[in-house]
Every structure is written in C-alpha cells, then in structure tokens.
C-alpha cells in the first residue's frame, strides 16, 4: 500500500476529487494548509501599508491506496490539477506498512 499527499490549489479540489473517484477511489482526507515553494509569496498592499504574503492558501489531500492503483492515481491529480503556472503543487508518496479498519478490524488493503 502507498500513501499520496498531494498539495494542490485550492480551486482544483473537485477536479482532482473527481478524477480519483472515476478511478475508484472513494476514499481521502483533505486538509486546508498554508505554504510556499518556489513560489514565495506576493506583496499586497493593505491601507496603505505594503506587506509580503509568506504562505499561500493551499489543499493537501492524503489518499491511502493499493500498488497497483498509484500510477494511474498520480498521473490523474497530475492531470486534474495542473495549471501549467508556478504555484501548482506537488506530490509524495509513502510507504504504508499496515492499515487497520476500528470498526470491523480488517487488516491491509481491504481496510482501506
């Protein structure tokens, strides 16, 4: 099993959501975070004050799933939520050792 953050921009959720569940996938955490990259902010001016914006409104979406799931998962958040513009975000992938279902105790990839 393989774990996928994928950091994206906010208004690609529901393509990048979409995407996974046309493949399957039904399950995912999406959390609104904060960050930067390459992309370092802007400067914005608020009553009159010039001030530098560090960290830019982002999504991180976590998906657990199956090996033979995760290139076609990747190449479809790849495909939902590129701009093509700096800012688009990236995505990591992790090992996952063991998953666990409380509810029913399951085990593995049947958890997920």
Same mark, same amino acid.
């Given at each position: 099993?393989?774990?996928?953050e994928?950091?994206?921009?906010?208004? %690609?959720? $529901?393509e =990048?959501?979409?995407?996974?569940?046309?493949?399957?996938i039904e399950?995912?955490? #999406?959390?609104e975070?904060k960050g930067?990259?390459?992309?370092k902010?802007h400067?914005?001016?608020y009553?009159g004050?010039?001030?530098?914006?560090d960290?830019?409104?982002?999504? %991180?979406i $976590?998906? =657990?799933?199956?090996?033979?799931?995760?290139?076609?998962?990747?190449?479809?958040? #790849?495909?939902a939520?590129?701009?093509?513009?700096i800012?688009?975000?990236?995505?990591?992938?992790s090992?996952?050792?063991?998953a666990?279902?409380i509810?029913?105790?399951?085990t593995?990839?049947?958890a =997920?």
């Amino acid at each position: 099993m393989k774990k996928i953050e994928a950091i994206i921009k906010p208004f %690609k959720l $529901e393509e =990048v959501k979409d995407a996974l569940a046309e493949l399957g996938i039904e399950g995912m955490s #999406v959390t609104e975070v904060k960050g930067f990259g390459r992309q370092k902010g802007h400067t914005e001016i608020y009553r009159g004050s010039e001030y530098t914006v560090d960290f830019l409104p982002k999504i %991180k979406i $976590e998906v =657990v799933l199956a090996d033979s799931l995760l290139d076609s998962a990747i190449a479809a958040i #790849v495909k939902a939520a590129k701009t093509g513009k700096i800012g688009d975000g990236k995505i990591f992938v992790s090992p996952v050792t063991e998953a666990i279902r409380i509810r029913t105790a399951e085990t593995g990839e049947r958890a =997920v």
